[in-house]
């Protein structure tokens, strides 16, 4: 069940959460997703840990981002999230775009671990040439919600995602009516603003604060007939800055990471969560 969390009183965040015994995991999504992205992960931890995943602002059902939206901003937000639910030393996930940001509240609050799904890295201009023209699928009107899912289908089988009723669940909650017909939840030029902050994102001096123990999972696939968003070099100086990094390289590429059950990803996550629970203790 989708709950509301009020920030302030224009400030609202969409949230599913889950009861556990072992701790908090909070998990943020990428760039154009939701909360409903971390699916698997969810079926993985959802039943030992308090596993909360929420809609960043401008997404789902979340309130509107700022108009100088940033990941900084977002940031702030989960800072205010952690903070006024009084969650004592949570574990944070970030996918893409929201390991950013959990790199960024990582930094700043006391928490006891750091999952970083292929996010984080340095960021450079072939990502622009990667990310940009795929938001044109968010400008679009679609015949209905049916129009949006088929030809997001489409995408999602160009980048060598299976479909299946989890995706197809996730694509959904994409989409509402609108007077000029369904739409993606979240604007375009939003999420090019969001994208043109990673770029103010400096891996060496953020990572240097980390003190918690931290998973990279580097997902090093191609993206259909394209190269993979972020590879190895991307995370050099996340890597050398970190103090405390375990590394892995999956074959799944940026998109099947979140989309597919991935057996490795997942034994690595529980032996690392170990060790995380030894901190938070």
């Given at each position: 069940m989708v709950k509301e969390f009020v920030l302030d009183i224009n400030k609202k965040l969409a949230f599913q959460e889950t009861q556990g015994s072992k701790g908090t995991i909070i998990a943020v999504h990428g760039l154009t997703g939701n909360h409903k992205t971390f699916y698997h992960y969810q079926k993985l931890l959802g039943n030992d840990y308090n596993f909360i995943s929420f809609d960043?602002?401008?997404?789902?059902?979340?309130?509107?981002a700022d108009e100088n939206t940033s990941i900084f901003k977002h940031a702030?937000?989960?800072?205010?999230?952690?903070n006024q639910k009084e969650i004592e030393k949570p574990i944070l996930m970030?996918?893409?775009?929201?390991?950013?940001?959990?790199?960024?509240?990582?930094?700043?609050?006391?928490?006891?671990?750091?999952?970083?799904?292929d996010g984080a890295g340095t960021t450079e201009e072939r990502q622009r040439e990667l990310i940009i023209p795929s938001l044109s699928r968010l400008?679009?009107?679609?015949?209905?919600?049916?129009?949006?899912?088929?030809q997001t289908r489409g995408i999602y089988s160009s980048l060598n995602v299976k479909?299946?009723?989890?995706?197809?669940?996730?694509?959904?909650?994409?989409?509402?009516?609108?007077?000029?017909g369904w739409k993606h939840k979240s604007e375009a030029s939003a999420m090019e603003k969001d994208f043109n902050s990673f770029y103010d994102f400096q891996p060496e001096p953020i990572f240097k604060k980390i003190i918690c123990p931290i998973l990279l999972v580097i997902a090093y696939g191609s993206l259909g007939k394209r190269d993979p968003l972020f590879t190895k070099e991307t995370y050099i100086e996340t890597i050398v800055s970190a103090?405390?990094?375990?590394t892995i390289e999956i074959p799944a590429n940026h998109y099947t990471l979140m989309f597919e059950k991935q057996e490795k990803v997942e034994e690595s996550m529980l032996e690392s969560l170990k060790k995380m629970r030894k901190v938070k203790a």
């Open positions: 960043l602002r401008g997404r789902g059902n979340s309130s509107p702030e937000d989960l800072k205010t999230f952690i970030g996918y893409s775009m929201g390991a950013y940001i959990c790199a960024l509240v990582a930094s700043e609050l006391e928490v006891s671990g750091l999952i970083l799904l400008r679009k009107a679609y015949c209905s919600a049916e129009d949006y899912v088929t479909w299946d009723e989890a995706v197809e669940e996730i694509t959904h909650y994409e989409v509402r009516e609108t007077p000029d103090k405390d990094i375990k």
